[in-house]
C-alpha cells in the first residue's frame, strides 16, 4: 500500500479543555462522532471533538481513571482506575449501573466485547478478569491469571482475548478453544493494538519501541523508534489504512511511521508534556490526543 496517498492529520481544530490534572486516555466512539476522556482529575468527560464541545461529566470513581470505552450502540460505558473497580454506566443518565469489584490492585484497560455484553478488565494485579454485563453478579465470569507482572492493555476479537502485559509478553487466549498463545518480546509492554484488517497486532514497550507482530505467527515484523516511551502508558493505533502506524511521545510529541519500512513520515510536538493517549477516527482522517498537560487535542488534515 503506498503511504504517500494517505493525509495524515496535523493541523490542531480544537483543543477540549475542563480536566484537572492529567488526562489518561481520550477514545472515539464507534462511529467517530463523539469521544469520551478520563483522567486523574477521577472524572469522564463525553465531547464533540468536532465542535469542540463538552457533552458531560460522569463522577463516581475514587481514584484516577485509567481506561474507558464505550458500546457500538453508544448507550453504555465501561471504566477503570486507581479505586480497584470496574464501572458500567448509563450514557445517557449518567449513573451507573454495576460496579465490578474483585482486582486486587489498580486496574489498567477495559473493553467491551463486540455484543456489548462482557467487560475485560486487565490489572496490576497480574489478571485479566471477564464480567458479564447482563447478571446481577458482581463475581467475574473467568480469570486469566497466567502472566507474572502487571497486564496493562486488553483487545478483543470475536474470538480472542488479547493482552500485553509488563512481563513482556502478549499473550491471546482463544475464548472458544479455551487455548492460550504467548509471544515473548523481551520488553515491559504497555499498550496493544489490532491492525484494521485483523493481520497485526502493534505493540508499545517501554524501550522506546513499538513492534509489530503477525497475529497468524507471533513474527517480529517491524520496529518502530524515535519517540520516548520509558515510564508511562501510551496509547499506539494505525491509521484506517493500516498504512501509518501513530505514537505519542513523552516529550510531547506525535510520530507517524511508514508501517512497512519504519520511516518517522511525520513528527510534531502536540502537547507540552507526555502523550498518554492517541485515538484515530474510524473513518476519517482525524485523530484525538491527551495528554498529562491536562488537555484534548483533536487534529485534522
Known sequence: MSGERERLPSTE?????????????ARFNGNGEYCLSCGKDRTIRLWNPHRGIHIKTYKSHGREVRDVHVTQDNSKLCSCGGDRQVFYWDVATGKVIRKFRGHDSEVNSVKFNE???VVVSAGYDQSLRAWDCRSHSTEPIQIINTFSDSVMSVSLTKTEIIAGSVDGTVRTFDIRMGRETSDQLGQPVNCISLSNDGNCLLASCLDSTLRLLDRGTGELLQEYKGHTCKSFKMDCCLTNSDAHV?????????????LVDASVVSKFRAHSSVVTSVSYHPKDSCMVTASVDGTIRVWKS
Open 13 to 25: 481544530v480544537n483543543v477540549l479543555k475542563g480536566h484537572e490534572g492529567a488526562v489518561l486516555a
Open 246 to 258: 501513530i505514537g505519542g511521545s513523552e516529550d510531547g510529541y506525535i510520530y507517524f511511521w511508514d
Open 115 to 117: 455484543y456489548s455484553t
